[in-house]
């Protein structure tokens, strides 16, 4: 069984600061996705960046970076020089490789990010 | 350019109705999911499919049923409401590729009174 968790429940981050959010994950398999999806206060779920198991490079999305450490099983959020729209629900998620499994996404308990002035 | 559209957006049920959250997609997409979100608990899986006709259970599938006949439609069928059902559910779909991200509907808020 795949697990993920988010140890954070809330974080403050100034205007224009970095942030790193956490997220470390359990699985047995050795092939497998990360991702990270944003939701804002009006619900809808926002792909963000995507790792996978076997990339050598860490995932980078403007300003969205992904902080892999395979052998700690951890895959942080960076968010570089945050904005007041980063305000939201972040949450990490992983999925198993493929085959009927391919649609289950695993996620975690979320963190809720503020961008203060 | 639709993507995923869930209908309706909120819904107030009384115990022990049923009713259907429809699901439909406009990507071609082979794999489409169904999730709920609770305060606290993230996304949980309820049920998946990864095409026509072929659907299987999720994390936590009591007291939902679905099918998929089209590649474009999953609908989620509640059978017997409960007060346990109260949550927003979400549809998602994606298309073949172990990199893919899945797509959201905008979600459904379901009350069960």
């Known amino acids: 069984a795949q697990k993920i968790t988010q140890t954070q429940p809330g974080m403050f981050v100034q205007e224009k600061e970095a942030v790193t959010l956490d997220c470390t994950y359990d699985t047995s398999d050795q092939s497998y996705g990360l991702f990270w999806y944003k939701q804002p206060s009006s619900g809808e779920m926002i792909f963000l960046i995507y790792?996978?198991?076997?990339?050598?490079q860490n995932a980078t999305e403007g300003r969205y970076s992904l902080n892999f450490q395979k052998a700690r099983k951890s895959a942080n959020l960076v968010i570089s020089a945050s904005q007041l729209g980063d305000s939201a629900m972040y949450f990490c998620a992983m999925r198993p490789p493929g085959g009927g499994t391919a649609s289950k996404l695993t996620f975690g308990t979320g963190t809720r990010l503020q961008v203060t002035l | 350019n639709a993507g995923v559209t869930q209908t309706p957006k909120f819904q107030v049920l009384k115990t022990g109705q049923s009713m259907t959250l429809q699901c439909a997609q406009d990507?071609?997409?082979?794999?489409m999911s169904w999730y709920r979100q609770d305060p606290g608990m993230g996304l949980r899986l309820i049920h998946y499919?990864?095409?026509?006709?072929?659907?299987d259970q999720g994390e936590v599938p009591n007291g939902y049923n679905v099918s998929r006949s089209t590649t474009e439609d999953f609908p989620l069928r509640l059978l017997s409401a409960a007060p346990s059902q109260t949550s927003v559910y979400f549809c998602?779909?994606?298309?073949?590729?172990?990199?893919?991200?899945?797509?959201f509907g905008q979600g459904t808020r379901l009350t069960v009174v």
């Open positions: 499919s990864v095409g026509a006709g072929i659907t």
């Open positions: 990507m071609n997409h082979e794999y």
């Open positions: 790792q996978g198991s076997y990339d050598e």
């Open positions: 998602a779909s994606r298309t073949t590729g172990a990199n893919t991200e899945a797509f």
